[in-house]
């Protein structure tokens, strides 16, 4: 996990110079439409008095701000508007790191990898825990790493990059866990408007001193590129959350949180049904195909994004450039996500997934 | 200073509930159009095809670094794009401290607090130099106040709250400071257009290893909300800048990035002298009402500040109270940038800035 020169950068770039048309599977930013609302707001902010150029509130928006904590049901003091999830994962681990309470941060394996850089750059040691075979948490192999070293134990669910999504008795057995450890539960939860399985859980269901939840519109509302996310602070934490978000970056972009603002009121539940039914396809096409190249995955029961391997063929960076080359598909080495090197990840986020999917169906591996 | 309960926001809230009618000069946010093309980039930007609503680069827009490289005469790759020169400032304090030489950050006294705060937020030492008694830095005390344990200097010339204008003199001993002492040059330019005195030089005259130049488009173009800033960074040092603000916040806003891009291409000298003209106007305006309130104050020389004090009327929360309740005018107590509290800051960022000094000449102090 190489954070000074981004291998996903790196493959874009071979895939971009590539001498054929390449499919990119490689980034996980939406290829659809944001809300029709989100085009209007923007809009609207555009033809806006001047003062609306200028700082907002430095934890956000207030109207934004409630509009959030009303949907999740959570006082509007305990939220913090930041720039994307990115920042909201960043507070989080630095708010679990200030307790003096431990050092540890616990993550699963495989990994989103900007959570083991932000920790280790916050100081932190990082522990690794593998998950189940069916992507699905190990809930006793967390249980038995964490420790009075425990500051806070991460996970993210729908997941990235396996598709699992964790039910209320594992997400129950997380905030437990960090209550019994003194620990924070820092739960990410981006991709909560993409569950297949109907299981999904946020973990703002167990009212905890010791549960943080990080969001973003990124990925709900395909505006990766705006920076509006989130975080639910316990009380006791959000003073501190809120200081260091004020020093970090003094307030996250206006116009970004005016537009998400206006979508959030104006758009309604079908918009986010179709993106749902939109990525459950191609996940199901994408992976009927991948039956048929005989691979083995992780069935997604959430998220956009598949984690596959293939027999004989690790997912080592050789193999992903032999891939854009010879099978005209870009994806990800799996060894980004953790020690899983013998995988790659696949982002559907385009509408050619299934077209991908077929051509590694024909490709000899 | 306390960072938890900004000051700034209760002095904003007193004024608001006051029982009278209230001028605001307390905080920094431009009341003046920003340029057209501005308005127009997010305008078009809202029309743009779904791809321009993902990542931009982490670093920032292509084109808008290279806008920023060709103005400031340096390397492209030495640009990085930021969530306001807040942010710009995090990255080149964390940057002084990384290079493990040193870790104190030597700033002026008075100072913008942020500084402070981020530094003790980063693990820094803090030691504050008095300025000389015209708002000017005191070159001997700063080379004095330097040692091995120096990680940085960090200036900000135009001054807030002092309106200090530091000339290529001045600049050029700080540089050598820092290179002298193995240390950083961190210099904030964030008010390099609002230079009534003509003798503001950008530490990047000096061509060294040892300066990071901060900056943003939040005072120049009036859009304090929309978190658009810079940092020019050494070679050697940009890789870790990078990384660090991925892991902190993965990119900046792309629908501010993209109107600041098309108002820095298509905004004439014009604009840029109309503000300055309009400030210089209002700060000769409000010190001449000064002169006959009797009070002292530093003559600014640039940025839109005016940092004054009234004989047996030392600049504290009560007195600032007081302003408000009984002379109508909101500022802010001295305290908040260092050991000045004899002293109050007035931020002329309110058409009506002419008519709060007439209302303090008329005050009985």
């Known amino acids: 996990m190489d954070y000074d020169t981004p291998l996903f950068f790196h493959i874009m770039q071979y895939a971009a110079a590539a001498d054929r048309d390449v499919i990119d599977l490689v980034s996980g930013g939406p290829d659809w439409e944001p809300p029709t609302a989100l085009r209007e707001g923007l809009h609207d902010y555009a033809d806006g008095d001047p003062a609306e150029f200028q700082y907002p509130p430095s934890d956000g928006l207030r109207d934004l701000r409630e509009e959030i904590a009303a949907r999740r049901g959570v006082d509007v003091d305990r939220v913090v508007i930041t720039n994307g999830a990115g920042e909201a994962n960043y507070l989080a681990i630095a708010a679990a790191l200030e307790r003096d309470a431990g050092s540890e941060i616990i993550l699963t394996d495989p990994v989103y990898p900007y959570y083991p850089g932000k920790a280790q750059m916050l ?53 437990d866990l960090a209550e019994d450890h003194d620990a924070l539960l820092i739960s990410d939860e981006v991709y909560d408007h993409y569950d297949y399985s109907g299981r999904f859980e946020s973990a ?7 549960v943080v939840v990080t969001n973003s519109f990124s990925k709900s509302m395909a505006v990766t590129g705006l920076r509006v996310g989130y975080a639910v602070f316990p009380p006791h934490l959000v003073d501190a ?20 603002l206006r979508a959030l009121r104006e758009t309604g539940p079908d918009y986010y049904e179709a993106s749902r039914d939109l990525l459950r396809e191609r996940i199901d096409a994408f992976t009927d195909a991948l039956d048929a190249a005989g691979a083995e995955y992780i069935a997604p029961e959430g998220a956009f994004y598949v984690f596959a391997r293939f027999e004989g063929f690790p997912g080592t960076l050789d193999n992903v450039e032999r891939l854009v080359d010879e099978a005209g598909v870009a994806c990800m080495p799996g060894d980004t996500f953790g020690t899983y090197d ?6 559907l986020v385009t509408p050619r997934a299934e077209e991908a999917a077929h051509r590694l169906a024909d490709y000899d591996f």
Chains 1, 2 share one sequence.
């Open 123 to 175: 100081g932190a040691d990082v522990r690794l825990v593998p998950v189940a075979d069916d992507g699905g948490l190990d809930v006793a192999a967390m249980q038995d790493a964490a420790s009075e070293e425990t500051a806070a134990v991460l996970v993210n669910s729908p997941n990235n990059p396996t598709g699992a999504v964790y039910d209320a008795e594992t997400m129950e057995a997380m905030a």
């Open 204 to 210: 703002l269901a167990f009212d905890s001193p010791h």
């Open 241 to 260: 959350a809120r200081t260091r978000h004020m020093l970090v970056n003094v307030t996250g972009a206006r116009p970004s949180q005016a537009a998400v």
């Open 342 to 347: 013998e995988w790659v990840r696949f982002a």
